[in-house]
């Protein structure tokens, strides 16, 4: 067999699935997709191309270009987190595949809250850890007892994710200090992915775990709040002692990241997204309004995602079932150890999300 044994627990991404069949269908209702259904800000499209034009396109630093660092630090601090160094990675993802190439060693035990974006679990079998799931429902928060029941000798770090994908829940500050409280007992490190940290509806931002704790990695990004999905660019700020072995993986790894994406992304930092944002939550509250006479359902605190229980409990089937009527969702359990949700995405025209709207209640 030339396939490598460490590939024998990883399955094609089940969003990626639905994704190809949206693809395959005339005029689809698609509410699948993780990304924003704007386009990169024009002033900073423009930035990127006037840095292209100057010739800014070979290798860049393996950390990334110092504006860029400096900027991002700058960011941080204002925001009040915690953190020695800085680096800029390939989007979240890029900076996740390193750290868990950094930190995980076989048999090392990840705690992932549930549900979770599905990259994490993946990862973590890549470098043959366990993903320990704690479970979050009904309502989406982080529960004392749930934790301290998953954690052992051989846990090495957990995992948070707020706002969070699939549920759209932002953990409370509360919820957040017991898990600090909780690793700092047992000297454990948290990685903190706040890449949607731009989409907070019910409150001015969000609180991190990278504000209480000095142990933390926090990941952040240009792909979700600033529309740079296809630009492929993140950074990740902590201690120093990882980080630097993070920046000597990336060489052998990604090498450097996108060049003029990086120039446009010191200015990206200093463009005001609040109108996008307004209109996210105008989104929220149509599909919420719409969907929770018939489905059990928390209303989403940011991101632009909602998790609904679907009738049945069969997420898997009732995704069939939306198929069949030309509706794109994701099934739950691409995100979850359970299987009674699907996810939702409201990154779509409003009218599409009527549209959709309509299709869920009917087949309800």
């Not at 924003?36 to 800000?41: A, K, N, Y």
């Not at 000095?214 to 950074?235: E, I, N, P």
């Not at 995100?335 to 009917?362: C, D, Q, W, Y």
Request: glycine fraction near 8%; include cysteine; hydrophobic fraction near 40%.
């Amino acid at each position: 067999m030339l396939i490598s044994d460490r590939l024998s627990n990883i399955k094609p991404s089940g969003v990626r699935r639905i994704f190809d069949l949206a693809r395959q269908m005339k005029d689809p209702i698609n509410l699948s997709i993780g990304e924003p259904d704007f386009d990169i800000p024009d002033p900073l499209k423009e930035e990127g191309i006037e840095w292209i034009k100057k010739g800014f396109n070979k290798y860049t630093p393996t950390q990334g270009i110092p504006e860029l660092r400096e900027k991002i630090a700058s960011h941080l601090r204002k925001k009040g987190v915690h953190f020695e160094e800085v680096m800029v990675t390939a989007g979240v993802t890029g900076g996740l595949l390193l750290a868990s190439l950094a930190l995980i060693n076989p048999g090392d035990e990840i705690i992932i809250p549930d549900p979770f974006f599905v990259m994490y679990e993946y990862q973590v079998l890549l470098m043959g850890g366990v993903p320990v799931f704690v479970d979050t429902y009904p309502d989406f928060r982080l529960r004392e007892e749930a934790f301290v029941n998953k954690i052992s000798k051989k846990t090495k770090f957990i995992i948070i994710n707020s706002p969070n994908n699939p549920a759209g829940a932002i953990y409370p500050r509360e919820d957040l200090e017991m898990v600090v409280r909780i690793a700092r007992e047992r000297d454990l490190l948290i990685l903190s992915d706040d890449i949607y940290d731009n989409f907070v509806f019910d409150q001015p931002s969000c609180p991190c775990i990278g504000q209480l704790y000095d142990k933390t990695l926090t990941f952040g990004g240009f792909s979700k709040g600033w529309a740079m999905t296809g630009w492929r660019l993140g950074y990740v700020a902590g201690p120093k002692e990882i980080l630097q072995q993070m920046i000597t993986l990336q060489q052998y790894t990604f090498s450097s990241v996108n060049s003029f994406a990086q120039k446009a992304a010191v200015k990206a930092l200093e463009f005001d997204v609040g109108d996008y944002i307004r209109r996210y939550k105008k989104k929220r509250d149509l599909i919420y309004e719409g969907l929770k006479e018939k489905f059990n359902v928390q209303k989403p605190k940011g991101a632009f995602y909602i998790f609904p229980e679907v009738p049945g409990g069969d997420g898997e089937a009732f995704v069939e079932k939306a198929i069949q009527n030309n509706l794109f969702i994701v099934p739950g359990s691409v995100f979850s150890k359970r299987k009674t949700h699907v996810r939702i995405s409201f990154a779509a025209p409003e009218e599409t999300l009527l549209r959709g709207i309509e299709v869920l209640n009917r087949i309800s």
